[in-house]
C-alpha cells in the first residue's frame, strides 16, 4: 500500500490518544486469562523433551525399548516421526525442533514421550538410552569463525562469504555508500574499536506450552502460546508432512514473548505425538529448557571505526558485524550492519555482516534483532570520541542526524522522520541539564528500527446493538486489543467500551503473519480502520436506501450517518443502532473486511539518557536516572506506549549489566535457571521515565509508527557510556557485570 | 515431588517422636526443602512441620540478656524486632517478603547453605543452637557447606545470640539469587569483635580472626587496611571468582564497620 494513499486524514481525535483500562486486564488479575499452559482436554497425555546433555555429539543409538514397556507411557517420538525430504527453513526448524543424526548444541532435542501424568513421563524418560559419541565443538563466535573451529555443517555456505573463510560463516552482508577511506583521510580524529556482548533470553514468564490433537488421519487442534499462530499452522503441517487447512491452530493469551515467541520449538512435537497416540498432548517447556533450547539472542563480536572533525562532523563510518546464530544460518547480522549507522547523514559509509554457526541453540527474534549490539558498539566510540574533541555528545548527533529526505546508510531515502525531534526533545529535557555527583556519570544514545507491515486480515462485525466485535489475527503482545479498539471506535463513532477485540484463530480469518516487526498497532491498525471504514460505507447505504438518495450523498460523523448537505435532502441523522437494530431486513448482517499487506510502515528513531553511579570497591552498577524519548508518530494509548519505551529500556538494563549466556569448557550452558539468570525486576530500577514524540508515519491513516522495537536499541549503548563516564574507564565488552567493572579498574590504575 | 505423609505436632515432644520414624524429615518454613521435593531430589517419607509448635515460635530476651530466638520464627518476624538491630537488619534482606514470611531461622540454620545470611549472624555473635537433647556453640556448629553438627532428627528448637554493643550484616548480592556473593557480619562486645562472613568460602561461612583482631583494637574501617582473605579456598562460580571474592570480603567488613550500630 502506497503511503500517499492516505491524505493527512485526521487531527483532532476523540478517542485515539485516551488512555482507557486494558480489555484483558481483569482476567488476567482474576486468573481467567488462559495462557498456554492452561488448556486441558480429556483424556490428555503429558509429553517430556529428552535434551542433549552435549554441545556437539554424534547420536548414535536410541534405545526407547525400556521406556515403551513403563507404565502410562502412549508414545515416543524421534526425527522419525517427522517429514522428511523438506528443505529450507522447514529444514532447519525440523532439525532444531528434533535432531537428526547430531545433537548440535546442549540443550537439542533428540526424542520425546507422551505418558497419562506427568509422573510417568518423567520417570519413563529416565529409561530411554542414548548413546552419544562426543565431538569437539565451539560456542564463542570469533573461535567459530578461526582456523581450526569445527565444522558445524559442512557446506552451509549460501555464497554469498568471500573466498577463504572458515566453513561455519555461511552468509555475508555488505552495504554502505561513498569512500570510507577518503572519508577517513578528512578526519580529524579516528578512532577504531572493538566489542563483543554475549546472546540473552528474552526472559518471557510463561514458558512455551501447548495442548495439541491430532488424529490419524492427519486433521487436528492446536492451542498454543505464540506470537503467530498462522506460522504455527504452516510449519506445524510442514514438519508433520500434512495439509496447512488440516490444522487449526488458537493462539492462547501470551505471558511475554518480544520476539522469542515468533519461532516454533515444542508444537510439532506435542502433534506428532498425539497423532501416534490418537489422545491430546500437553507439553510445557521447564524453565531450563526454555533457556537451554529457545530464543537466544546472537553474541556478537563488532569491529568500529569512525573518522570525525573537530565540529564534530562524522565524515566516515565503517563497522563489522559478527553474530552467531547457534547451529543454524541465521543470526540477524544484516540486520547489524544495516541498523548501525542509520541514526545518521553520512557521506561515506561500510558496514559488514558474518553470519556464523556455533554450538548454541537456535537463535530467535528478541526485539529489533541485532540493532542493540550494533548500536552499543557505534555509540560508544561516537561517546569516546566526543569525551575526546570535547563535544556535546547529543550535539554531536544533532549536526550528524538523519533527517526526511537523507541517504539511509543501508541504502533508501528517509520519508518523514522523528530522530531530530527526539534529541531536541532530550537536550531540553530537564535530566539532560541535572547536576552529577562525584561518581555518577551520564550517557547518551541513539536508535533505529526498521518496523514493518506484512500480511494482514481483520474482519469487523457489528451487532444488533450497535456494538462492534473485532477479529484479528496478530497475538496481543503489547496491548493491542486497546489499541484496535480505540482506532475502531474512532471510525465509528462509538464508546470504546462497546467493542470487544478477540485475536480469532487460523479458520476464522485469512492469513495473518506473526505479531513481530513492531508491526501490530501499524497493520492490524491499518487493517482494522479500513475494516471499520468498510463497514461505515455499508451502513451509510443502508442510510441512503432508507432516505432513497445516492450513497455518495450520506457521511458518517459521531456514529450518525448524515445526508451530506441541503441538496442531499432534509433527513434526521440516523445512529448507528438504528441501522444495526434492522439489518436484517435491510440487507443482512454488516460486517467490515480489509486484507493487505502494507508497506508504508515508518521507521522508528529514539534518543535514550541514564545516569549511573559505580561502586569502584566493588564494580556494581546502580541507574540512577533513565528517560526514553522516541517516535510513536501517533500514541494510541500512550499507557501502553510508554510501558514499551519502559520494557525496552528495563531490558537493556538487563542485558548491558547483569544478563549473559554462560558456556562452560565443555559446552555446556552454565546459568539456565533465573537463580543464576536474572532479569531486572521492579525493585532493582529507578522510574523510567518516558518521552512520546509524535511525527505521523505517512504511511498510516492516524500516522502511527511501531513502537515495540525501537525502545531496547540505544539502552546498551546509553547504559554502556553512562558507566564509563562514572567509572572513568571504557566498557567494551557486555554485560557491564561487577567483576568484569572491577577488573577494568584496576586494569587502568595498573596503567 | 513424590507423595509423602505430613504431620504437624503441636509439642517439641511430638515432633520428636514423629521424626523418630522412618525416613521422616523436619520442615520449617519449606522455602529449602519444597523446592528440592519439588525437583524429586528428595524422598520423605513423612514430612513433619514445626510450624504449629508455640514453643518454638517467637523472640524474647532471655534472663542473662541475650536475645532468644524460637527455631521456627521466621524471618519476616526477626526483621520486625528491636532488640538486635544487626540481626534485624539481616533477617530484612532475606530473599522476599514471600520467603521471610515462611522461611525460618532453624531450616536456614539446619540447612547451612554456604551462601545463606543466618550463619554469619549467629557466629559472628558467638550464638548458641539449642536442640532438643543439647546446645552447641555457633564456633561447633558449622562443619562446612550444608553440614552442621545436628544428629538426624535432631531439631533446633532455639537460638540464643548474645546483644553487642554495636554490630552490622553487609551482603554483596548474587544477580539473580539474591543469596550472599559474599556476607559480612561484624559484632562487637566489651570482650572484643567477632567477624563471620559468608557466601566466600568453600569451607563455609568462617570467622576472620586477623580482621578480629585488627578490629579488637581499633573499631574503624581503616584498621582493617591491608588485611586480606587467602584468594585460595574461595568459592570461584560464574558469579565471581575467588580473587573477586576474597577482594569482597575486605570491602563488606569495612563498610559493616563503618555502618555498625
Ligand atoms: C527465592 C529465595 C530467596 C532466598 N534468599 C535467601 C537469602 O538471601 N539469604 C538466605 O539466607 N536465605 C535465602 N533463602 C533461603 C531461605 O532463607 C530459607 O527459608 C531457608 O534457607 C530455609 O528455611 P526454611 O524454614 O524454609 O526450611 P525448610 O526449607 O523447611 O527446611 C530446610 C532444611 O532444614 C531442615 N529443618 C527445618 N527446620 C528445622 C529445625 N528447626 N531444626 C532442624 N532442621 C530443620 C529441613 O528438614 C530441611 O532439611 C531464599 C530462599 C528462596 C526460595
Redesign the pocket.
Known sequence: MARDEFEAERTTYNFVGTRPDRPDGIDKVTGRARFGADMTAPGMLHAVILRSPHAHAKIVKIDTSKAEAAPGVKAIVTRADFADGLDGENWNILENVMAGDTALYDGHAVCALAATSMLEARDAAKLVEIEYERIPHVTDVDKAMAPGAPVIREGADDGSVPAGMHPNVVRYHESGHGDVEAGFAKADLVLEETFKTEATHQGYIEPHACLGHMGTDGKGELWCCTQGHWNVQKVCAALLGTETSALRVTASEIGGGFGGKTAVFIEPVALALSRKANRPVKLVMPRADVFRATGPTSPASMDIKIGMTKDGTITAAKGVFRLSGGAFPEAPMEFSAMCAFACYDLENVLQMGYDVMSNRPKQAAYRAPGAPMAAFAVESVLDEMCNQLGLDPLEVRLKNAAKTGSKASYGPRFDQIGLVETLEAAINHPHYKAPLAEGQGRGVACGFWFNHGGETSVSLMLSEDGTAQIAVGTPDIGGSRASMALMAAEVLGIPYENIRCVIADTSSLGYNEISHGSRVTYASGLATIKAAKDAVNRMCQRAAAKWGIDPDAVYWEDGYAKPSGPNAGEFDPMHITEITANMGATGGPINGHFEATPEGAGVSFGTHIVDAEVDPETGHTKILRYTVVQDAGKAVHPTYVEGQYQGGAVQGIGWALNEEYIYGEDGSLQNALFLDYRVPVASDLPMIDTVIVEVPNPGHPFGVRGVGETGIVPPLAAIANAVSNAAGVRMRQLPASPPRILAALKDRDAG | MYAFEFEKPATIADAVAALGGEEA???????????TLKQRLAQPGTLVS?KGIPE?AGICVADDGALAVG??TT?ATVAASTEYPGLAGLAS????PA?RN???I???L??N?P????PAAALGSGATIKTNTREIAADDYFQGMFTTA?EDG????EVRFPVPEVSNYQKFVQPA????LVGVFVAKYADGVRVAVTGASEDGVFRWSEAEAALSANFAPEAIEGLSVDADGMIGDIHGSKAYRAHLVGVMTKRAVAAAS
Open positions: 524429615q523436619a520442615l520449617g518454613g519449606g522455602q529449602t526443602l519444597i523446592p514445626l518454638m527455631g521456627a524471618h534482606h532475606i530473599g522476599d520467603v515462611r522461611g525460618t532453624g531450616g536456614s539446619a540447612n547453605d551462601a545463606a545470611c543466618y545436628l535432631e531439631i533446633i528448637t539469587s539474591r543469596f550472599a
